[in-house]
Every structure is written in C-alpha cells, then in structure tokens.
C-alpha cells in the first residue's frame, strides 16, 4: 500500500488549473500503487480550497493554514511535517515555476529520488516508471525509480484531465509548526508585465515568429507577410528575449495564451512552454525545416522547408 | 564577493537523428553551452562589472571534451573555471538532481562563494531542480526561475522577480548567501570578443575527480535509470504539404483563403 501527497497550486486567491490535473495524475497513481490520494493545500483561504479540491477520487485533504501566498519556505516545511504524518510513498507536486520552487527541495530534505516534468507514471512493484521528454520534446524517455523509500514526482502542466465531480474527502486542518526563523525569503509582491499597444489574444490570425529567423533585420520578411495577410505579429521567446519584439507580444506559458482561427508558426520548435500558449489554437500551420520539432505534434498543416524560402512566396501570394 | 556559476555543456540534436539503445546516436549530436546557463554567467559578470562582484567562478560537469564550451564561459568573462569528472561517471546515462547537487556541494564547500547562479535547467534532460536542490542541501536561501535581480551585498539581500505563468512576476526578497536560478531574458548576454578568447586560454581550468573533492562512487549512485528512448508518436493527424517553396505557399494560401482568413 502506497499513498500519494499531492500539493495543490494557486496564486492570488484561485487555485490554479493545475490543482484539478493533480487530482487526476495522483488518483492514476495512488491505483497503481494500491493507495490512498491525498491532498495538501497550503496558505491562502484554505478551507475554501479545499471544498473545491474535494472532487472524485480524493480520499482526504489536509489544509496548513499559514500566510496567505506562496512561499517555499513554508510550503517545504509543512509538506515534510504531512509525508513524517502520513507517510505516503509519492509527493506530488505541479511542474510549474511554484513547484519548481520548492519540489527539489522538499526531495533533499526527505532524502527522496526527484523526477521533474512528468508526463506519464507507471508503478511495478518498488519501481517508479516515469515518462518525461528530453532534447526540448524531440524524444521521450522511460526513466526507472527504485521507490522503495519514495519519491517526489512533478507533473507537467495540462497533460492530465482536470477532475471532476464531487468527492467525499474528510477535510482536516494540519497543524504545521513553521519554524519562523527558517523562513528566509520573502515575496514582497506582485507585478503584471506591462500590456502595449496590441493584444495578441484578440487576434483571428497570428504570424508567430521563432529562433528560425536568426537575425533581427530578417523579423521585417515575417511582419510583411503579417501585413499582407491582414494578421497579428506574435512570438516564442527567444525573439522577446533578444529584444527584438515587446513582451506583449510573446505567446507562451509566461506570456499570452492565444486562440486564433489560424496559428501560423514561423521557425519555432514548439517547446512545451511554447505549446502552453497556442495549442488552443483552431487551426495550426507548421512552417519548420525540422520535420521531427516537436510542434509537428499538434500542428494541422505543415511546410518542411527553409522559412526563407516559404515566406517570401507567401508574401507573393497575398499581393 | 564571489559568485559561482554553474556551466554545462548541453548536447544539441540534429534534424534528422537515430536512436542508439537509450541515447542519441553521436553522430547526431553536437554540443553547446546550456542557453539558461549563459544568461547566469552574464548575470555574474554584470556584477562583477558593477563592482558588487569581485570574482567569478565557473563549475561543470562534464569530460575533458566540454573544456571547449568552458573556455567559451572563460571568453566572456569568467575569471577561472573547474571542472569535475570522473570515471565513475562516464558510465551513467542519466544523471540525475541529486549526483549532480552532491558534486555541486563539494565544490561550494571548497569555493565558499556568496552567491550561486544556475540556469532555471538544460536544454537536454531540463530537470529544472539543480539550483533549488543545492541550496536545500547546503541549508541556504535560493529562489527559482528569477528574471531580475538586484543585490544589496551590505544589508545580505538579493531582491528578485520571479517570473511565474501568465505574464505575473514575484517579488521576492532572499537572504545571501543564496542560489538563484536564471530565466533567459533577465539581460543580453554578451558575445565573446576576440580579446575575450584570447584571455581564456590564459585563463585557469582546473579539472577534478570525484575522490579531489572527498567524493566516493556512492556519493553519485544514479536513482533514475534511463530505461527507453524513442520518438514521440504524433497527437494530430498533420497534412503535409509537399514541394517546392512556391508550390507549399500556394497551398497554404488557398487554405488560408478557404478559411477566409486571407484575401
Ligand atoms: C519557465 C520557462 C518559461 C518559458 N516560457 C516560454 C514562453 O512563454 N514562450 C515561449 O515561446 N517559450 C518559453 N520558454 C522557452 C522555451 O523552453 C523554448 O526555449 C522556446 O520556446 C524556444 O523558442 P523557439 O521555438 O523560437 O526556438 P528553438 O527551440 O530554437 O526553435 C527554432 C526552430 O526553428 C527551426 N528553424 C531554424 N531555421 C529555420 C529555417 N531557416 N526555416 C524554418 N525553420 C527553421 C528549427 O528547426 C527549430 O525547430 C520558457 C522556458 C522556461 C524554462
């Protein structure tokens, strides 16, 4: 019998998709290991979390009430306290910049084995198998766990199904004694990148341009073929990185999320963090000379071929 | 102050490749140093440059092979570099958080720098764990995915933004010494110049064993084996459309028209 402690993500008073995929992730994996699931909820409006949180397949949800935000100090302490409590083999976290923030953590001061970015879990006996992606998507691997003393898995975001229904968890408050003088970070708020001059969400067609243009003064062949096509100009984040375009116009896990009729993406891999900002997308055109890249997975249509090639005679089409 | 910084050389692969057992067959793979890692190391040279820095000192794991990328680290501003390897580790496929935050330790240990910058993670396995699990072994602040820093070296305090999901920045202030994680886009890094390679070669790399820094094979027993290697299986059923760049832009266009998406 092995149980799953899995840790609920949210920020500002909501809690996060994220939380409800947790759910689903941790269900699969309690049934394989023949356990429990278990939730933790740390900080902000607890209570509230938690009957949200108490949906099919949740046997029970621990709430810490402490502070109100996010703060990996207290979010370590208290979920070591819960595994000393309740002894799950797996520790559960999002693999998001949060659970980043404190999953490795957590694993060294338990003195667990840590796989990060998960996107499928398998259990056989001891043995933890876990699917993750290496080389930005362009394979997938199996990594083995020896699980006998546990683990600490993080979950990519949006690869499981967020739960659903309602559930019959005993919700009990956890009383983590937070060493104060161990808390040694402080979030001092909050700030919203600045919007601009176009909002990229609102766009029906978005041009989206990648590393593939290579140079700055190549940027003007993809804002004409925008022109021409009556489009928005958009991007993944090297091109905003390198100051060549302003944030707002970034679509991705870190800046927008997009859902135009038609995505055209111009020279970009496709990572996951890409990915999160523009699956949404109705239709979605690969233009990318590497037909392994990973947007290849969800694009509609696609173009293996050199961009520099490609757009110039789109551009001549729509003249 | 002195910061460290960590260095990997990260394996690139080509567009077309072949899988060997459970890694990338050589031929297909290059080599280059880890994106997220060169915005930390010019983050750490900023510093020294503002004066709040005084000594810069880049650590990888790696093989003698990787001197080359460490030498690229030494071009732009690093002013000595170490690097760890040993037999012990040649054979291991994967390796994973906790071998590399043991390596990692011992030479903190030796360095005692006030400061650690790491990449958020590697282009390749992108565990994203190192930095924040270091710190936790070492018993010292860290804040991950950090897209600004600024550093008040007398009052002991790195104030930070995190960059989380959705456009939001953390506003955080962390205790030194510390490790911070770096997102690209927190500055520009610089290229080499040429005074730069030629100084680097000057420049001190001192390669080390496990057993230089106390370590035993134990210490960096792998806990995930890499069991499988394959290429993912597409989601979508995708159209491709085939010929020349006038031929494919053709196509395009008229199902962009179809869409009435475009005139
Ligand atoms: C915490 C975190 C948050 C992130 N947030 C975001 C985010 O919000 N948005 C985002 O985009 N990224 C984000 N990233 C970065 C992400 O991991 C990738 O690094 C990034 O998306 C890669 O951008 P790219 O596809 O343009 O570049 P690359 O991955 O370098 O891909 C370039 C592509 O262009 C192709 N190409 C090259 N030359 C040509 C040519 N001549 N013709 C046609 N094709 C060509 C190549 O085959 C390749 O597929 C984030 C990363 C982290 C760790």
Redesign the interface.
């Known amino acids: 019998m092995t149980d799953v402690l899995a840790v609920a993500d949210h920020?500002r008073g909501e809690l996060?998709d994220v939380s409800y995929e947790l759910v689903s992730a941790g269900r699969e994996l309690a049934d394989a290991a023949g356990g429990e699931l278990h939730l933790a909820v740390i900080s902000g409006p607890v209570e509230e979390y938690a009957e949200k949180l108490n949906r099919e397949g949740v046997d029970a949800v621990h709430t810490v009430s402490h502070g109100e935000e996010?703060n990996?100090d207290v979010y370590?302490q208290a979920i070591s306290q819960l595994v000393d409590a309740l002894e799950p083999g797996f520790v559960l976290a999002p693999?998001?910049?949060?659970g980043?923030?404190?999953?490795?953590?957590v694993?060294?001061?338990l003195d667990r084995?840590?796989?990060?970015?998960v996107v499928g879990v398998a259990v056989d006996g001891d043995t933890l198998?876990a699917t993750r992606?290496?080389?930005?998507?362009?394979?997938?691997?199996?990594?083995?766990?020896?699980a006998a003393d546990g683990a600490v898995v993080t979950i990519r975001e949006a690869e499981w199904p967020p739960a659903e229904g309602t559930g019959d968890a005993a919700i009990e408050a956890f009383d983590a004694a937070i060493d104060e003088a161990a808390v040694?970070?402080?979030?001092?708020?909050?700030?919203?990148?600045a919007g601009g001059d176009v909002d990229i969400a609102d766009a029906?067609?978005l041009v989206s341009v990648g590393r593939g243009i290579e140079d700055e003064e190549n940027l003007e062949l993809v804002e004409e073929l925008a022109d021409a096509?009556?489009?928005t100009l958009s991007s993944s984040?090297?091109i905003?990185?390198?100051?060549w375009l302003p944030?707002n116009r970034q679509v991705g896990?870190?800046?927008?999320?997009v859902t135009p009729?038609?995505y055209i993406a111009v020279g970009i891999s496709g990572a996951v963090q890409h990915v999160a900002g523009m699956k949404g997308s109705e239709?979605i055109?690969?233009i990318n000379?590497?037909?392994?890249?990973?947007i290849?997975?969800?694009?509609?249509?696609?173009?293996?071929?050199?961009l520099f090639?490609?757009v110039?005679?789109?551009i001549?089409?729509?003249q | 102050m002195k910061v460290l910084v960590t260095v990997k050389e990260v394996?690139?692969?080509d567009?077309?490749?072949e899988?060997a057992g459970?890694e990338?067959d050589d031929r297909f793979l290059g080599a280059d140093l880890n994106e997220w890692d060169e915005y930390a190391l010019e983050e750490a040279v900023q510093l020294t440059e503002d004066g709040v820095a005084d000594e810069v000192v880049t650590v990888t794991i790696g093989p003698e092979d990787a001197e080359q990328t460490i030498r690229q680290a030494l071009a732009k501003g690093a002013d000595r570099a170490i690097r760890v390897w040993d037999d012990a580790l040649a054979d291991v496929d994967?390796l994973?958080?906790?071998a590399k935050?043991a390596i990692l330790e011992a030479v903190v240990a030796e360095e005692e720098p006030d400061l650690v910058l790491t990449g958020?993670q590697t282009?390749?396995?992108?565990?994203?764990?190192?930095?924040?699990?270091l710190?936790?072994?070492l018993g010292?602040?860290?804040?991950?995915?950090v897209n600004e820093l600024e550093l008040d070296a007398d009052a002991g305090v790195a104030?930070v933004?995190?960059?989380?999901?959705?456009?939001?920045?953390?506003?955080?202030?962390?205790?030194l010494p510390a490790v911070l994680s770096i997102q690209?886009?927190i500055n520009?890094p610089r290229y080499a110049s040429l005074r730069g390679i030629r100084q680097a070669q000057r420049k001190e790399l001192a390669a080390k064993t496990l057993a230089d820094l106390g370590l035993e094979d134990d210490d960096v027993a792998a806990?995930?084996?890499?069991?499988?290697?394959?290429?993912?299986e597409?989601?979508?059923d995708?159209?491709?459309?085939e010929g020349?760049?006038?031929d494919?832009?053709?196509q395009?266009?008229d199902?962009?028209r179809d869409?009435g998406?475009?005139?």
Do not use: C
């Open positions: 920020r996060r996010f990996h370590t693999n998001s910049v949060n980043l923030d404190y999953a490795p953590a694993a060294t001061q084995p840590l796989v990060t970015d198998e992606e290496m080389y930005g998507g362009k394979v997938e691997t199996t990594v083995e766990v020896d040694g970070s402080t979030v001092t708020g909050f700030e919203e990148v029906e067609v096509m009556g489009a984040r090297p905003v990185d390198a100051g944030p896990q870190s800046g927008k999320v009729e038609v239709t055109v690969a000379t590497d037909p392994n890249a990973p290849m997975d969800i694009a509609d249509y696609a173009i293996h071929d050199d090639d490609v110039p005679a789109l001549e089409q729509f | 394996a690139t692969v567009d077309e490749f899988i459970t990338i994967l994973d958080v906790g935050t958020v282009g390749d396995d992108s565990f994203g764990a190192t930095g924040v699990a710190a936790a072994d010292v602040q860290w804040a991950a995915v104030s933004h995190r960059e989380l999901e959705g456009g939001v920045e953390e506003l955080t202030d962390v205790e690209t886009g520009e806990e995930l084996t890499l069991t499988d290697m394959y290429e993912p597409t989601e979508t995708v159209t491709i459309f020349d760049a006038s494919t832009a053709g395009l266009a199902l962009l869409k998406v475009a005139q």
